[in-house]
């Protein structure tokens, strides 16, 4: 990528955020009943919309690798991967912290909630295989299956508030918020979508340089075969 | 004997409004900004060496 | 069979049960085993089942229920199926104070025990937020009704302390 892009990208989303940070911090009114405290929305809520956009792409590039293998669709998968775990794990805390006022607790094992741990978890798993297995092919294969597979987390998340009781509300629309309130999340919630790009942008260039030194390797390591005869990987040992 | 805040906490059961907390907000923005400038550093420690754009 | 092959196959099995496990929680009856709370109505039905065990109500304050007594910390009110007249409700004993959107009409998750004599003994009182967030309404800007909440408060402080 363009390197003006690049740090064109991390500028446009310092500055998003900003705006939308203090938009939601000294510009919008309070809420008529939890006051201040939903000044969290524009941290928390834009949080887990990127981590879920994040684990999306990676279940694209996953999907993607399988029927199309290149290195491009697995650092893809790697970086979103990385990224969406990041933003989630900070989405749910910031979630903990909002819920200690409004609802009385910390955590409670409602359906959302349960779900949404239950997605970093996963995650987690698939970053801890893509360490776990040393054959660069083999790795792209197993974690592309995991990531297949761990991305019905995604949809389950996202209506386990519609499909179960639940403590935390159902999904809020423009409807159901004032203009004044809308306004900051969309800013911060921008901002939060060009800073996942630009930490995906830089990622994903690790993840390929990664890959490349790995494929590079068979030189050294007689035992390796290179990625096209692959099907029949026998490992020398 | 009771101290002042917990006779204000009684005294507002059942007003349903939530009052003060900017505690609550300034720990969910001070966590989320950390967060992102310690995955950028993390970035940067793992920046690719060999790479023809290590320069930067 | 080729490597692309393989992995196109691959994929196709792994998409086909990622479908199948979505389809299994989305349309099996995953909801009716594992109910995060019960309804007031619902936990009657089940009679002598819901008592003593450790269990969810879920509903809303039955407006005017609100009983509570700041000197021993004791609240008690009732949690309904519903805002109108004549829903069923179950009355809640509480030792905790509330979190501070607890109001009439406001969702609550209780948690705690059910006995016979008709009392729901709550250990743990969780309050719901509808997805709505407003400003304060007109003529009730923000600093004012502030102003009139520290007044309503430092009031009611007032007569605690004589």
């Known amino acids: 990528m363009n390197k003006f892009i690049k740090w ?4 446009l989303a310092l500055g998003l955020l900003g705006a939308g940070w203090w938009l939601g911090l000294a510009w919008a009114p309070p809420d008529r009943e939890m006051g201040d405290v939903q000044r969290i929305m524009y941290v928390h809520v834009p949080l887990q919309w990127m981590a879920m956009l994040a684990m999306f792409i990676n279940f694209v590039a996953a999907v993607a690798y399988l029927f199309k293998a290149s290195w491009k669709l697995d650092s893809a998968a790697e ?11 900070a989405g749910m805390i910031t979630g903990a912290i909002w819920g200690r006022p409004t609802w009385g607790v910390y955590w409670s094992w409602d359906p959302r909630l349960t779900s949404e741990a239950i997605m970093l978890v996963t995650y987690t798993g698939y970053l801890v295989l893509r360490r776990f297995v040393e054959d660069p092919e083999k790795r792209a294969t197993w974690s592309a299956v995991v990531a297949i597979i761990g991305a019905i987390n995604l949809p389950i998340v ?12 159902v999904q809020s629309s423009p409807r159901t918020v004032d203009p004044e309130m809308v306004l900051p999340l969309r800013v911060s919630a921008f901002g939060m979508l ?36 692959s099907h029949n990987p026998s490992k020398v040992a | 004997m009771m101290t002042l805040s917990t006779l204000m906490l009684l005294a507002q059961v059942g007003s349903g409004r939530i009052q003060g907390g900017w505690g609550y907000v300034w720990a969910c923005y001070a966590i989320t900004i950390a967060t992102l400038a310690l995955y950028a550093l993390s970035l940067w420690v793992r920046r690719p060496r060999a790479s023809p754009d290590a320069k930067e | ?70 000197e021993h910390t ?15 409700s179950v009355l809640v004993r509480s030792t905790e104070t509330p979190p501070q959107m607890f109001r009439d009409k406001i969702g609550v998750v209780v948690e705690g025990t059910y006995d016979k004599s008709g009392v729901f003994s709550s ?32 009031a009611s402080t007032g007569t605690g302390a004589k």
């Open chain 1, 8 to 11: 064109g990208l991390l500028v």
């Open chain 1, 79 to 89: 970086a979103s991967a990385e990224i969406g775990l990041v933003l989630g794990t």
């Open chain 1, 158 to 169: 996202w209506f386990s508030v519609r499909w179960w009781r639940s403590l935390h509300q």
């Open chain 1, 194 to 229: 060009f800073i996942t790009l630009f930490f995906m942008a830089v990622r994903y260039r690790q993840a390929l340089a990664e890959r490349q030194a790995e494929v590079a390797l068979p030189d050294a390591l007689p035992g390796d075969v290179p990625m096209s005869a």
């Open chain 3, 1 to 70: 069979m080729t490597p692309v092959a393989r992995n196109r196959i691959i994929a196709l099995g792994a998409l086909l049960v990622a479908g199948a496990g979505l389809a299994f929680v989305a349309f099996g009856d995953i909801g009716e085993n594992l109910v995060y709370y019960w309804s007031p109505s619902e936990m009657l039905r089940q009679g002598d089942k819901a008592y003593t065990a450790t269990i969810r109500l879920g509903g809303v304050v039955q407006p005017g229920s609100i009983q509570w007594n700041a």
């Open chain 3, 74 to 88: 004791t609240l008690h009110f009732r949690v309904a199926d519903g805002v109108q007249e004549g829903a069923a």
């Open chain 3, 123 to 154: 250990n743990r009182l969780m309050v719901n937020h509808s997805n709505e967030y407003r400003a304060p309404k007109e003529g009730e800007d923000p600093n004012k009704w502030r102003e009139t909440l520290s007044d309503a408060t430092t």
